[in-house]
């Protein structure tokens, strides 16, 4: 927070977010299709995330089984990308996102609903009027530029604007380590009929990486090892290595971040190049201009979600969406017994058909601040129910939420603890979520 500055005012909205992530996205177009002023700031200039910027291959499994459970905008973009691709979406397994499709389909969906969308601006302060925020100061191209607004949306990921607020939060685990983060690739030229033949003989792509590791010949010290998922029939995206013992919110390290990312992504193009049937003349074409980042700052909101409420597959009388994915913590050091306990918990906690855990709409609200929302991998939450909800699908199912609270919120002040939590979940539902 700064002592409010006389600078000029760029825009103004009822609701302005801050991110166009999933999280972001699933605000922007619930809260414009509600009837509300949306204003919609991203640095980057692509809406996604992760998703585009990032070149994270797929989204996370959508179905508990029974059904899918990411109900509205979510499942409306999987469904639609998915067409434009010519592929059946998998419902049970990982989608693979073709990056440019869902750029182009999320730049006409924001066009359609009247989301005012600000590229290249970066948010790096808050200015208050007691526990209110009236307006949010970024860097733009003409200078240090103001965007006031009734109601605010923090879907940067990082809790970025909740911190910037004042809002307390928590960062990794009890040491202050945090998840390794990932920079993931784009591909080209493989004979996926050659490597799927070879991986059916017993010599995949993970098989091959640890014979390496068994051997001490792996060019990375690397022990789980995550994909690389086909996306058209020549090209694949990686989510592969990661950059360990970095801290996802210092400048320096972000920054060390990027560049040890793309010398990963440089040793495991030689790697499939050299181990690996049907990757003989793969060719990397882009590493992500967005690092994977998989968890910063945790805020501290109305309720605490904790993996207490994953193992009882909670239900909220404010639940404003579910979510099916299991508890997924990357190791944080080179330690090689940690690294290999990943997968292991992954399995030992993976629900069963039809098994969930409700998303109460105050993990959203942060403590401190009245007209701030908090969806996606910075909302309240403990860092093992965090690295279930951080995942893609219930991001937008958190933004989404946070889209018509904030429409509910305006015609109340602005207060966020004002919305009442039935109107809440009857939209929600006419937009398509599903809930206990």
Same mark, same amino acid.
């Given at each position: 927070?700064?002592?409010?500055?006389?600078?000029?005012?760029l825009?103004?909205?009822? =609701?302005?977010?801050?991110?166009?992530?999933?999280? +972001?996205? +699933?605000?922007?177009?619930?809260?414009?299709?509600? *009837?509300?002023?949306?204003?919609?700031?991203?640095?980057?200039?692509?809406?996604?995330?992760l998703?585009?910027?990032?070149?994270v291959? #797929?989204?996370?499994? $959508?179905?508990?089984?029974?059904?899918?459970?990411?109900?509205?905008?979510?499942?409306?973009?999987?469904? %639609?990308?998915?067409?434009?691709m010519?592929?059946?979406?998998?419902?049970?397994h990982?989608?693979?996102? @073709?990056?440019?499709?869902?750029?182009?389909?999320?730049?006409? !969906?924001?066009?359609?609903?009247?989301?005012?969308?600000?590229?290249?601006?970066?948010?790096?302060?808050? %200015?208050?009027?007691?526990?209110?925020?009236?307006?949010?100061?970024a860097?733009?191209?003409?200078?240090?530029?103001?965007?006031?607004?009734?109601?605010?949306?923090?879907?940067?990921?990082?809790g970025?604007?909740?911190?910037?607020?004042?809002?307390?939060?928590?960062?990794?685990?009890?040491?202050? @380590?945090? #998840?390794?983060?990932?920079?993931?690739?784009?591909?080209? *030229?493989?004979?996926?009929? !050659?490597?799927?033949?070879?991986?059916?003989q017993?010599?995949s792509?993970?098989?091959?990486w640890?014979?390496?590791?068994? &051997?001490?010949?792996?060019?990375?010290?690397?022990?789980?090892?995550?994909?690389? !998922?086909?996306?058209?029939p020549? $090209?694949a995206?990686? @989510?592969? +290595?990661?950059?360990?013992?970095?801290?996802g919110i210092?400048?320096?390290?972000?920054?060390?971040?990027?560049?040890?990312?793309?010398?990963?992504?440089? =040793?495991?193009?030689q790697?499939?190049?050299?181990?690996?049937?049907g990757? %003989?003349?793969?060719?990397?074409?882009?590493?992500?201009?967005?690092?994977?980042?998989?968890?910063?700052?945790?805020?501290?909101?109305?309720?605490?979600m904790?993996v207490?409420? /994953?193992r009882?597959?909670?239900?909220?009388?404010?639940?404003? +969406?579910?979510c099916?994915?299991?508890?997924?913590?990357?190791? &944080?050091? $080179? @330690? &090689?017994?940690?690294?290999?306990?990943?997968?292991?918990?992954?399995?030992?906690?993976?629900?069963?058909?039809?098994?969930?855990?409700?998303?109460? /709409?105050?993990?959203m609200?942060?403590?401190?601040?009245?007209?701030?929302?908090?969806?996606?991998?910075?909302l309240?939450?403990?860092?093992?129910?965090?690295?279930?909800?951080?995942?893609?699908?219930?991001?937008?199912?958190?933004?989404?939420?946070? *889209?018509?609270a904030?429409?509910?919120?305006? *015609?109340?002040?602005?207060?966020?603890?004002? =919305?009442?939590?039935?109107?809440?979940?009857?939209?929600l539902?006419?937009?398509?979520?599903?809930?206990?």
């Open positions: 927070m700064i002592e409010k500055l006389n600078l000029p005012v825009a103004d909205a009822d =609701v302005v977010i801050v991110g166009g992530g999933p999280a +972001g996205i +699933g605000a922007a177009l619930a809260a414009a299709r509600s *009837g509300a002023d949306v204003l919609l700031l991203e640095q980057f200039g692509t809406l996604g995330g998703a585009t910027a990032g070149l291959p #797929m989204f996370a499994p $959508t179905s508990d089984g029974e059904r899918m459970i990411y109900g509205g905008i979510f499942k409306e973009l999987n469904l %639609e990308m998915c067409r434009r010519k592929v059946e979406p998998w419902q049970e990982w989608q693979a996102i @073709n990056p440019e499709i869902f750029k182009r389909l999320l730049d006409e !969906k924001v066009l359609e609903a009247g989301v005012r969308v600000i590229f290249g601006v970066k948010v790096c302060e808050a %200015e208050l009027s007691g526990s209110r925020i009236d307006a949010v100061l860097a733009t191209s003409t200078g240090l530029r103001k965007i006031t607004g009734r109601v605010f949306i923090d879907a940067t990921g990082d970025l604007l909740a911190a910037l607020s004042g809002v307390d939060f928590e960062y990794g685990d009890e040491a202050g @380590n945090a #998840m390794s983060p990932t920079m993931c690739a784009q591909f080209a *030229g493989i004979d996926f009929e !050659k490597a799927n033949a070879a991986a059916e017993g010599h792509d993970r098989a091959i640890q014979e390496l590791l068994e &051997a001490g010949t792996a060019p990375l010290p690397e022990h789980h090892f995550v994909c690389m !998922k086909q996306i058209t020549t $090209t995206t990686s @989510n592969l +290595g990661h950059i360990y013992g970095m801290n210092d400048e320096f390290e972000l920054t060390r971040g990027y560049m040890e990312g793309r010398r990963v992504v440089h =040793v495991f193009e790697f499939y190049r050299e181990h690996v049937p990757f %003989e003349n793969v060719t990397l074409v882009s590493t992500a201009a967005l690092l994977g980042v998989r968890e910063t700052r945790r805020i501290r909101g109305e309720y605490r904790t207490e409420d /994953y009882r597959r909670a239900v909220f009388s404010d639940e404003i +969406g579910r099916c994915y299991p508890i997924d913590i990357h190791s &944080a050091s $080179t @330690n &090689a017994e940690e690294q290999k306990q990943v997968e292991q918990v992954l399995d030992a906690t993976r629900f069963h058909r039809g098994e969930s855990y409700g998303i109460p /709409y105050r993990a609200i942060p403590v401190g601040v009245i007209n701030l929302l908090v969806p996606g991998r910075a309240s939450a403990d860092r093992a129910i965090q690295s279930s909800l951080r995942v893609m699908p219930p991001c937008f199912v958190t933004g989404q939420a946070a *889209g018509v904030a429409v509910l919120a305006a *015609g109340a002040a602005g207060e966020v603890r004002a =919305v009442d939590a039935g109107p809440l979940r009857e939209r539902a006419g937009l398509g979520a599903w809930f206990r």
